[in-house]
């Protein structure tokens, strides 16, 4: 079992920034990636980013590379995604997931992740 938490969402303006956390614990050893999705109101769960939890590959989905960022802290089992240039548009529930399965490199789709955390709202205003 892994148990995920998210925080650090929240109101900001366009333009601005925040950098969300997701905490692992339980069975840490055994995940072999971390993703980040999101879900807006009446709109599918959509990919944001993933990681190996080595942290040797990472990606995003086009939608959001160059203003998100996705690092880890290996001791401390934590995963953040740090988004900057914030858009109405980015507005959802964020998740994080955890895949325990070992593959070539972090999924993009969400049924491939096992775990998943209970989601932090971010909103962004115009």
């Known amino acids: 079992q892994v148990q995920l938490v998210e925080s650090g969402g929240g109101l900001v303006q366009a333009g601005g920034s925040l950098r969300l956390s997701c905490v692992a614990s339980?069975?840490?050893?055994?995940?072999?990636?971390m993703g980040w999705f999101r879900q807006a109101p009446g709109k599918e769960r959509e990919f944001v980013g993933a990681?190996?939890?080595?942290?040797?590959?990472?990606r995003y989905a086009d939608s959001v590379k160059g203003r998100f960022t996705i690092s880890r802290d290996g001791v401390k089992n934590f995963v953040f995604l740090q988004m900057n240039s914030l858009k109405p548009e980015d507005t959802a529930v964020y998740y994080c997931?955890?895949?325990?399965?070992?593959?070539?490199?972090?999924?993009?789709?969400?049924?491939?992740?096992?775990?998943w955390g209970q989601g932090t709202q971010v909103t962004v205003s115009s």
């Open positions: 997931a955890a895949d325990m399965d070992y593959g070539s490199s972090p999924a993009r789709w969400g049924d491939e992740y096992d775990y």
């Open positions: 990681t190996s939890w080595d942290g040797g590959m990472r």
């Open positions: 339980g069975r840490t050893f055994s995940i072999y990636a």
